[in-house]
């Protein structure tokens, strides 16, 4: 999947894309390029931490509390919607996806 986003974010223009394999090493990446990131993806489901707590932990982060965060899952009830726009959350994209959506909640959480 994060091959996915990443050659989804390239066709869009954005060509320097950070990586992390899950939600600790993300928080270590982020600390270590802040002031550098414009936007941050990620799963609900991930190893080691989950995405929610990742996003609460990110929110709780002052030089990065302000980022846009996509949220991008499989998880689809309004209940999940709910908590995750709770926890800082300031896009959603239901897998699976088309590029178009893709792309519309990309600029639109850039346009922030």
């Known amino acids: 999947m994060r091959r996915i986003i990443t050659n989804s974010l ?12 899950n939600g600790r090493e993300g928080i270590e990446r982020l600390t270590d390029a802040a002031g550098a990131v414009d936007l941050i993806i990620t ?3 991930m190893p080691e931490m989950s995405g929610i707590d990742f996003v609460r932990t990110v929110r709780a982060l002052e ?9 991008v899952t499989t998880n689809a009830g309004k ?4 908590q995750a726009m709770q926890a800082g959350v300031s896009h959603y994209i239901v897998k699976p996806f088309t590029p178009d959506t893709f792309k519309e909640k990309v600029e639109a959480a850039l346009a922030r």
Not at 10 to 21: K, P, Q, S, T, Y
């Open 10 to 21: 390239n066709r869009l223009g954005h060509e320097d894309v950070l990586e992390a394999a």
């Open 43 to 45: 799963d609900w489901n």
């Open 63 to 71: 030089k990065l509390r302000d980022l846009p965060v996509l949220m």
């Open 79 to 82: 209940d999940d919607i709910m």
